[in-house]
């Protein structure tokens, strides 16, 4: 990536970063946080450190497309500051909401470090609400935004599953 393309890439990082503290931020640390009463010492064991696993492999997807996002699409995940060029690439040449996916494995993996199961309860309804959001906000705006390149991508790329092979 060149000079003025990083440096275009700028102010989309930063609201990017802001989005990210306040959206995804809130879906996987405070409300956890409130669901399991505060901050509860960890167990040990397979489960929990599956957990940990978890959630950096989500964290880790969620912010690779937060990048993608900020740097190729100039724009963030926020409806109110979408990006300028869809994103195909990353993650998303795999599936189309990676980051959906990477905020429920943190999820997930709060609740089996935590061995509480209200909180993977709590990550399958996020799922159901992004996936209600997807359907009747994100793929209309995408439509309306990109076309026919937009359709394109959306036939090829699985919505949810990710697909490895083409």
């Known amino acids: 990536m060149n000079r003025s393309a990083t440096s275009s890439a700028i102010g989309p990082i930063l609201q990017t970063l802001l989005f990210t503290v306040v959206v995804p931020g809130t879906v996987a640390v405070i409300v956890p946080r409130f669901l399991i009463r505060g901050f509860p010492t960890p167990t040990v064991g397979v489960l929990p450190a599956l957990g940990v696993v978890a959630i950096i492999v989500g964290a880790c997807i969620y912010f690779r497309c937060a990048w993608e996002f900020a740097v190729r699409g100039l724009g963030t995940p926020a409806p109110i ?16 909401n990676p980051m959906y996916l990477g905020v429920a494995l943190v999820i997930l993996g709060e609740a089996a470090l935590l061995r509480a199961l209200h909180l993977a309860e709590y990550a399958a309804v996020m799922l159901l609400i992004a996936h209600l959001f997807v359907v009747f906000y994100e ?9 026919e390149s937009y359709e ?13 092979w083409q």
């Open 139 to 147: 793929e209309p705006t995408l439509r309306r935004q990109f076309g």
């Open 81 to 96: 500051a979408p990006t300028k060029f869809l994103v195909v690439s990353g993650l998303h040449r795999y599936v189309r």
């Open 152 to 164: 394109e991508y959306r036939h090829r790329v699985p919505r949810w599953v990710p697909r490895f």
